[in-house]
């Protein structure tokens, strides 16, 4: 049985499958539930196969109530089940915000402690696929401003692969944003992948004159604008946060020690996002690290549009990255 | 109409704070009446009118500080006539007074976080250095390579330079510190130093005061003063400004004394016209200048229009005074102290007194062979004490 | 047909539950005008019949999904007196350790899932607790309370739905008082009969007076057999009335005196005492009894409330996450 160990090349959809099923197989209670998961497949297909794999018990269609069954996922992580709830596009996660906001997240601390919503939501994210405003926004960015939920932005496929079985351990609430153009996407995994952790950010490319904090699908975008710009001898440190909240502070601050600047960038539109947040945790701790201002690299503030040269536009973009990092850099 | 603005007071004064309206609005005002004070990181001032008119309502409150050209208020040159006369605002201005000096205006220097905490660590002084960034914001590499061109690129732990506690006077310190490295970096000084006899002029000076009221007395500094722009009337290349890679030469001989604050800090007002004006009245106008510049009330002209710096660190026992010259002037001249020494004269050694005067030079805009020149002036007049 | 069970026993417990509400909740108004308990303070005089009656019909590995007027269903739940009034003072000593006041109790070991303040929230929740029963092929109950009121919000519906689709065992409890807050049920309600609803879902349903302890009991004895023989939710709609204003801050400008005044002659408590007589099951010395025994359970837990603890400030932020992560 003993395979050559080494690398094989697998789609960031089939990672999230192959960790649901292995979920499944290792945990009874687990189970996976949302809108057209079991019998069209998912709407990303990332479920495609499960349901004659595990049943329609397991593999759990939902009639179109985003509130009611997120809400039932966390009655049912409240009694004993370990959910996975799919929303299909963090859009849709808004018919559900109450019951994410003000039962998974609260009840732990409302019920001083009597009751804790060991509860996975999955969503897709993201602009790229010119799904339009309804479809395609990056809200991630208010659901870290909540206590008592856990999020999750994973980009690699070794975090696709590995975020969900130790997202599936923690005893709280844990929300996954899978940026929907990540889903063709191949990585190189290695054949004895498992669970990974999901607290630390990653540094993903060492350098020393900037740092680059970023995650999901601008992880991409940003490691080309690195390249490319390694080729004019600038070397841009590039950071995956993989936790969005809570966020690693450590990692990133660590890295600014060095470089002495930073860029973030973040789908998520300017005003009162991620990539603020970001930006005052630097000023709060590593201020004086600091040779010049943070930068930030956010959403056009409009919704997201449909024409693909608007929407290309609406968007961070690996040439953006590079401007970015030059006008930090050279002062341009 | 005329604007009545927030003056420069310096090439380094970006803004200042109106303290206090003197005049009221509707009042008739003469050019070069006082009619508010500003502070600034080098303290309050005085600040005159510069056309005759009745004054308009303040576009500036009390308190505000406003960028250099700000209109403060307008002056209607056209109603001069039926209006009022000048009136001092004067139980205001008694409160100004009492305005203590950690409240002056200090200004900011363009420094990354970074580069701050760098150069405390490497003991480099922010203001001798000028940034490459945006803005010129100074930058860890404009620290690193200044500390590099100063030899001082020491770890911390050898060379430990900690910030010294920031004083009321931080602010005048660093437009001090700002101006004296931009004389160092730029300018390059040559020096000329030269002994003269002070027996003369002294006894002379002794036998003027001895008929003059204690009040009217003249102290050998006016002396010097006066000497020093008779000379400079000779050698008139050593009064004037370097602007623009040439020597301007200016027409009015006014003279930057160096005078010591009490609290610290250096202030070199200008005497106007020191060539024109008879002894007793430039020893008044010293007397006035020294009381006002420590009482922190100068007038804006007086900051601004020196054309040469003198420097006399003789009370203090100096023997001799290398200078740095204060940009864009183009010469400073030092005194020392006058103290008795021996000197030989025809064969034999006499006691006489005498003093060390230098003059520190810019090398771009005159030659040692001008210095020269000027010291030798300066003696001559000096030993015609009776023509000064 | 419905079945009067009126066995000594029993029925002097119900009178005794129902006793230990209204006592509870008048000493509650009490301190709140006092100012020793804050926030919103809802009360269930008036309404202890519905408590009282469905709790009968429930074992301890049930469970029950609660709204925010739920000191009635937590003491009937067997809940402490004295945590609850604990809890309303804001002290450690009380369920949720101060951090949910009077609208959110909670309590693990008799699965007693909130307090709940968003109207209709505890409804998704309630279908999940089924869920996870009926996924683990366990025959528990999930008793889920909520008023006319919730009826009008998307996740009653959402919920009906879902409970209904999947056959899960729980029972959908409408506690009609007729009021959502202030309006008036003919004003939110197109159809204002709440059972009738349970069709649109396919969802076994009945109606019941919920001012009668014995007729509320035995109606839910139906509904949780029901449920019990795996056919399903069943949604159960008690019509009640509140006796006091919707919270201490109401002056009632929405509803009549003389509306009130009828209401409350069919008081749950007088009717019940009445029948217990009218049967020879109760003296005046049953009730002078009862009534001692009510009266030192409350004041006991105003002493405990009273002696209670402030959590300390540093454990502010415990409980916003887990303190360990387990499998």
């Known amino acids: 049985m003993n395979q050559e160990q080494g690398m094989r090349t697998i789609t960031y959809r089939e990672a999230v499958k192959e960790a649901i099923r292995e979920a499944m197989q290792r945990d009874e209670r687990v189970f996976l539930m949302g809108e057209d998961v079991a019998h069209y497949g998912g709407c990303y297909a990332v479920s495609k196969g499960l349901l004659a794999e595990f049943g329609e018990e397991r593999i759990r269609d939902t009639p179109l109530c985003e509130s009611g069954f997120v809400g039932a996922g966390i009655g049912a992580a409240l009694g004993g089940m370990r959910p996975i709830v799919e929303v299909m596009t963090v859009n849709f996660s808004l018919l559900a915000l109450d019951q994410i906001v003000n039962s998974a997240a609260t009840l732990l601390h409302m019920s001083g402690g009597n009751f804790n919503v060991p509860l996975v939501i999955r969503m897709a994210t993201g602009a790229g696929k010119q799904l339009a405003a309804q479809h395609a926004h990056s809200l991630e960015g208010w659901y870290t401003h909540i206590p008592g939920i856990r999020v999750l932005a994973p980009a690699t496929v070794e975090d696709a692969r590995g975020m969900l079985w130790t997202a599936l351990q923690d005893p709280d609430p844990v929300l996954i944003f899978e940026n929907n153009t990540l889903y063709n996407m191949e990585g190189a995994l290695s054949t004895e992948s498992g669970a990974v952790d999901i607290d630390r950010a990653k540094v993903l490319r060492t350098g020393k004159d900037i740092t680059i904090i970023t995650y999901s699908a601008n992880l991409f975008k940003c490691l080309e604008a690195a390249e490319r710009l390694a080729g004019e001898g600038i070397e841009a440190e590039v950071i995956d946060l993989r936790s969005l909240r809570p966020l690693d502070d450590a990692v990133y601050l660590q890295s600014i020690k060095k470089t002495h600047r930073a860029l973030i960038v973040d789908e998520g539109w300017r005003s009162g996002s991620l990539a603020a947040e970001i930006s005052a945790r630097i000023m709060e701790q590593g201020f004086y690290d600091l040779d010049a201002p943070v930068e930030r690299l956010c959403s056009a503030e409009v919704p997201i549009p449909y024409a693909r040269h608007m929407e290309e536009a609406a968007i961070p973009q690996a040439e953006a990255v590079y401007a970015a990092v030059k006008k930090v850099v050279q002062h341009g | ?388 | ?327």
Request: with cysteine; charged share 25%.
């Open chain 2, 1 to 388: 109409m005329a604007d009545f603005c927030m003056p420069s007071l310096g090439a380094d004064m970006e803004s200042g704070t109106l303290v206090e309206w003197l005049v009221e609005p509707g009042t008739l005002i003469r050019n070069g009446d006082v009619i508010a004070t500003v502070e600034t990181q080098k303290g309050l001032f005085e600040i005159e009118a510069f056309e005759d008119g009745i004054l308009g309502e303040p576009l500036v409150q009390e308190g505000e500080e406003v960028p250099v050209g700000t209109v403060l208020a307008v002056i209607d040159a056209g109603k001069g006539a039926e209006a009022q006369t000048t009136k001092p605002v004067a139980a205001q201005a008694e409160a100004t007074e009492e305005r203590p000096p950690s409240e002056v205006f200090q200004e900011r220097i363009l420094a990354s976080p970074a580069a701050r905490r760098r150069a405390v660590e490497l003991g480099v002084d922010l203001n001798a250095i000028l940034g490459t960034g945006p803005d010129n914001v100074i930058q860890i590499n404009d620290v690193e390579q200044a500390a590099k061109q100063r030899g001082v690129t020491k770890d911390k732990d050898e060379t430990s330079v900690q910030p010294s506690s920031v004083d009321a006077d931080a602010g005048m310190r660093k437009a001090i510190a700002a101006a004296m490295s931009v004389s160092n970096r730029e300018i390059p000084h040559y020096y000329l130093e030269s002994d003269m006899d002070m027996t003369t002029p002294l006894e002379w000076l002794e036998a003027e005061n001895a008929r003059k009221s204690i009040r009217e007395r003249i102290l050998p500094a006016a002396l010097l003063l006066k000497a020093v722009a008779l000379a400079l009337r000779d050698v008139p290349q050593l009064n004037g400004y370097w602007v623009n890679d040439q020597l301007q030469m200016q027409s009015g001989i006014h003279i930057g004394f160096a005078l010591a604050l009490r609290s610290g800090g250096l202030l070199t007002p200008a005497l106007h016209d020191v060539d024109t004006k008879p002894l007793a009245e430039l020893m008044q106008t010293v007397g006035d200048v020294i009381e006002r510049a420590r009482n922190g009330r100068l007038r804006g002209s007086e900051m601004t229009d020196a054309t040469v710096t003198v420097t006399n660190l003789g009370d203090r026992g100096v023997k001799t005074v290398l200078g740095v010259i204060y940009p864009p002037q183009v010469a400073l001249i030092g005194f020392g102290r006058i103290a008795e020494r021996p000197v030989v004269d025809q064969g034999k050694v006499v006691v006489r007194r005498c003093l060390t005067a230098t003059l520190a030079g810019d090398h771009r805009a005159t030659d040692g062979h001008t210095g020269a020149l000027f010291l030798d002036a300066l003696n001559r007049h000096l030993q015609k004490p009776e023509a000064l």
């Open chain 3, 1 to 327: 047909m419905t079945q009067i069970r009126l066995e000594k026993t029993h029925a002097l417990e119900q009178l005794r539950q129902m006793l230990l509400i209204r006592r509870f909740e008048e000493k509650s108004a009490e301190l709140y005008s006092a100012t020793k308990i804050r926030g919103f303070l809802h009360l269930y005089i008036g309404e202890e019949a519905v408590a009282v009656g469905v709790m009968a019909n429930l074992e301890p590995e049930d469970a029950v999904v609660a709204t925010y007027r739920e000191h009635g269903q937590a003491l009937a739940r067997g809940m402490s007196a004295n945590s609850i009034m604990a809890e309303m003072y804001g002290k450690q000593e009380g369920c949720c350790r101060g951090r949910g006041g009077s609208m959110h109790l909670f309590d693990a070991e008799k699965r007693f899932y909130g307090g709940n303040a968003i109207v209709a929230g505890g409804l998704p929740l309630a279908v999940g607790l089924g869920l996870a029963d009926k996924m683990q092929n366990r025959n528990r109950v999930t008793c889920c309370f909520f008023g006319d009121g919730a009826v009008a919000e998307g996740d009653f519906h959402e919920s009906m739905n879902l409970a209904s689709l999947w056959k899960l065992p729980v029972l959908f409890l409408c506690e009609n008082n007729l009021y959502a807050m202030g309006t008036a049920i003919c004003y939110h309600q197109a159809q204002a009969d709440i059972a009738a609803k349970g069709s649109a879902y396919g969802m076994a349903s009945a109606s019941v007076d919920g001012m009668d302890v014995v007729a509320v009991e035995t109606a839910a004895a139906e509904a949780v057999a029901y449920i019990r023989a795996g056919k399903g939710p069943y949604l159960l709609e008690c019509r009640t009335y509140r006796f006091r204003a919707h919270s201490m801050f109401d002056s009632e400008l929405y509803r009549t005196k003389e509306e009130v005044k009828e209401w409350k002659e069919r008081d749950p408590i007088v009717q019940h005492t009445s029948r217990m007589r009218e049967a020879g099951l109760l003296d005046d010395q049953d009730i002078a009894s009862l009534e001692q025994q009510v009266a030192e359970e409350v004041e006991a837990a105003v002493a405990f409330a009273e002696a209670g603890t402030d959590e300390p400030i540093e454990e502010l932020t415990r409980f916003v996450c887990s303190e360990r992560r387990v499998a």
